[in-house]
């Protein structure tokens, strides 16, 4: 079995994919909705009602797919200490996926072609975009994910754009949130996207301003 885990943003999904089972079947999908967040849902918690509507135990599961965001860190960096934690207990294989490949494949399922652009919020009035080129069968980035200001991002009356809240920036762009049962569908779609193992780290565009405190200083001692 695959359990998927995407908590790049505040409204968090997980899924089970029974892998023997007829491919054209939809996993099951549980989702934390932003008010359960905002009171504090534990993953666990979201983890223990999969488990518990799908029928299965954690001893089945055999791969874990993350979403790496961008987005928020605290939620990812959860998914990525759940899997690493699980590993430690069970023979299990980790993957991760970019956050905006997640949101392409929703578009596409939709039913929409042409150019769509993934908005997902970065704070400090920033946003973490990325622009796919999208067809019946095939979805390809223009370009990379970039951190960005809301009116640098270049687009066009028919683009469409998409992302959690998205309407925040742009007019008439769809509030679209990354869905965990997408994650299992672009994965086997596209395995190349997936990123594999002791390599896996969140997606953090923002240039890294720590700095290393000073040593703590030594007082003399009278003798």
Known sequence: MILALEFSTHQRS????ESSSDSNALPLVIVAGEEEVQ????????????FSEAKATPEKITHIYIGL??????????ALSIAQGWRLARPIFIHGLAT??????QVQSSG?????????????EEIYAATFAISKTEIQMLGSIELMKPS?????QEDRIVGPLAQKWFAGAQSLFPEARSMLQIAMNRPDLLIHGDIIEPIYLRPTTFVKA????????DS
Do not use: K
């Not at 929409?112 to 400090?124: E, K, L, M, Y």
């Not at 640098?152 to 066009?156: A, G, V």
């Open 112 to 124: 929409f072609t042409g150019r769509s652009h993934t908005v997902i919020d970065a704070q400090r």
């Open 69 to 78: 965001g961008p987005g928020s860190y605290t939620g990812m960096r959860s």
């Open 39 to 50: 009171r504090g849902i534990s993953p666990f918690v979201l983890l223990d009602r999969l």
């Open 14 to 17: 997980a899924a089970i994919f």
């Open 100 to 105: 905006p490949w997640i949101l392409a494949s």
């Open 214 to 221: 000073p040593p703590a200083r030594v007082l003399p001692t």
């Open 152 to 156: 640098q991002l270049d687009f066009n």
